[in-house]
């Protein structure tokens, strides 16, 4: 419960505080906790005059989801008073740049890092550098192929992704073409979300055939033509599965713009702005909320367990719900969404 109350008011905090300008570097002093619960000294940062230090490096800037993980990461650098930046390329195509960001937080000795990887292949040397420095690594969103992080926190996007499967067979009386726009097939998240689907599709759902695969790099207009071009190849296909914000978004527009509202079942991932209208419009039927107010204060969390010493257990899963027209307004649900 107090964990939930903590998601509330810092989703409040993500809707009045506008948006963040992209790539940039924000600086958290770890201000007092006026939320009035009483910690017992239970998650104290370090003795000593200076703060712990943990730099926060996400996989971007451009939608919501980041703008709600930082939120809920500037809420436990408050709690437990610590110092954190958090940042990320302006797109979640810029690997090299995120690369940048993470060998220049690992120059200035931090206490622990927070890390969501684009390319877990990529960040393999520099987390190396890192373990051998006795930096302790914090993934989350995205893990990476390595047992160097401490732990990962994250939705499980593979069941997640599943749940989604289930949906759209579900709507689409399990039977007939479909297709999915994903982010990436490099981080974990695009990796997972597009196995989950296919898998329980292929698993479950023998009539239904998946005819195309694109990848939109979590860019709304590179995902609206992919979009495009697939009901051009398709014009019998019934539905789409958008597995980011981004994807998701660029599936709604193609819809719009062909014409084709209420003819394709748009299923999507996350639950910014544009997506909530599109679920309350009826253009998209409904999507899978994650949890990214807690995914930034477990990970900060986490790093302060990690530097003091305390035991960290080896995944935090976060959660996810699915979100349509029949529950949005819900309180549970509506604490999850960070329009």
């Known amino acids: 419960m107090v964990l939930m109350m903590l998601f509330l008011a810092a989703t409040v905090l993500v809707a009045c505080g506008g948006e963040e300008e992209a790539g940039s570097d924000t600086d958290t002093s770890g201000s007092e906790d006026t939320s009035g619960e009483d910690t017992g000294g239970e998650e104290e940062a370090a003795s000593g005059d200076e703060k712990l230090y943990i ?26 008073d610590v110092e954190i930046t958090f940042e990320g390329p302006e797109t979640e195509a810029q690997v090299d740049k995120q690369m940048e960001m993470l060998t220049a937080a690992l120059d200035k000795n931090p206490d622990a890092i927070g890390f969501a990887a684009l390319d877990s292949q990529a960040a393999t040397p520099l987390l190396q550098q890192a373990d051998g420095d006795g930096i302790p690594i914090i993934a989350f969103d995205s893990g990476v192929d390595s047992d160097i992080p401490v732990t990962t926190a994250a939705t499980d996007n593979k069941a997640a992704a599943a749940l989604a499967a289930d949906k759209m067979a579900e709507l689409i009386g399990e039977e007939g073409k479909v297709a999915l726009i994903v982010h990436d097939q490099t981080s974990r998240t695009g990796i997972d979300r597009e196995t989950g689907f296919v898998e329980q599709i292929e698993a479950n759902y023998p009539n239904i055939e998946i005819v195309d695969v694109q990848y939109g790099a979590g860019d709304h207009l590179k995902s ?5 071009a697939i009901l051009a190849a398709h014009p019998d296909l019934k539905g789409f599965f958008g597995a980011n914000e981004g994807s998701a978004i660029g599936v709604v527009n193609a819809v719009k713009e062909l014409g084709k509202d209420g003819e394709i079942v748009v299923i999507g991932y996350d639950s910014g702005m544009q997506q909530i209208e599109a679920v309350r419009s009826g253009v998209m039927a ?28 080896a995944s935090i899963d ?18 999850v969404l960070y329009e």
């Open 286 to 313: 409904g999507a899978i909320t994650q949890n990214p107010i807690g995914i930034g204060y477990e990970t900060v969390k986490a790093a302060v367990d990690a530097i003091n010493g305390k035991e960290v257990p």
């Open 55 to 80: 730099p926060i490096i996400s996989k971007g800037f451009q939608h919501q989801f980041w703008q709600a993980v930082k939120a809920g990461a500037e809420q436990a650098a408050a709690e437990f």
């Open 318 to 335: 976060t959660g996810f719900m699915w979100y349509d027209n029949t529950n949005i307004d819900d309180e549970d649900i509506q604490a």
């Open 224 to 228: 609206t033509d992919l979009a495009k």
